[in-house]
């Protein structure tokens, strides 16, 4: 296979494993998958894609040129 190392490790550093992603659109249309949609980074494969699990059950990868998508800040949580 081929494929670019450096950009595989560019990605796996801009979204690390944990990483809370919100959809906001596919490049292709895939059922359940709507806008708004959150899920977790688990991993990043050789193409670079980012191994998803979604809220929704679902492990459909994003591809980061071509899928829409943002990084949801975690909040941290505070304790009294």
Same mark, same amino acid.
């Given at each position: /296979?081929?494929? %670019?190392?450096?950009?595989? +490790? ?6 690390? =494993? @944990? ?6 659109? /596919?490049?292709? %249309?895939?059922?359940?998958? +709507? ?6 980074? =688990? @991993? ?37």
């Amino acid at each position: /296979m081929n494929y %670019d190392r450096n950009k595989v +490790e560019r990605v796996k550093a801009q979204y690390p =494993v @944990g990483t809370r992603i919100e959809l906001m659109g /596919m490049c292709n %249309d895939e059922p359940g998958m +709507e806008p708004g949609l959150c899920g977790t980074v =688990v @991993g990043v494969d050789d193409q670079p894609a980012l191994l998803m699990k979604w809220d929704n059950g679902r492990s459909l990868s994003l591809f980061p040129e071509e899928d829409s998508f943002r990084v949801v800040e975690q909040e941290m949580e505070q304790s009294m």
